[in-house]
């Protein structure tokens, strides 16, 4: 019964990340035109020019706002991900990297040191 579920669930989600293609692709566009347009603004030195970037960034920037239904195509995809993982019998952990105390340098450094000592 529980596969069965995992197998509907799935085949909804498939169904969603399948219809959510074409925003997710615009959405990459309009990244990209947004990226490009502060790239080339940064480096040009006419005062035109700057106002072309400006004006393509501003373009790229409602493109992108005109494809936010492609975040619910992302979730999908990340549902799927997961409904996958339990499908498998895999554990999943979706974690937000976060800057720990354990990355200072200094606490790295007694620790080896430590180690070296013993």
Do not use: C, Q
Not at 6 to 12: D, F, P, R, S, V
């Amino acid at each position: 019964m529980k596969k069965l579920l995992l197998l509907i669930a799935g085949g909804i989600t498939f169904i969603i990340a399948l219809a959510m293609v074409g925003p997710i692709i615009g959405l990459a566009f309009s990244a990209l035109l947004v990226f490009l347009a502060m790239h080339f603004y940064v480096k040009s030195k006419t005062t035109f020019s700057k106002v072309m970037w400006i004006i393509l960034g501003i373009v790229g920037i409602l493109s992108a706002i005109s494809n936010i239904p492609a975040i619910i195509g992302i979730v999908a995809i990340v549902i799927l991900y997961v409904l996958y993982k339990k499908w498998k019998d895999e554990d999943v952990k979706l974690s937000i990297p976060t800057s720990s105390k354990t990355d200072d340098p200094f606490t790295n450094f007694e620790r080896e040191w430590s180690n070296i000592t013993k």
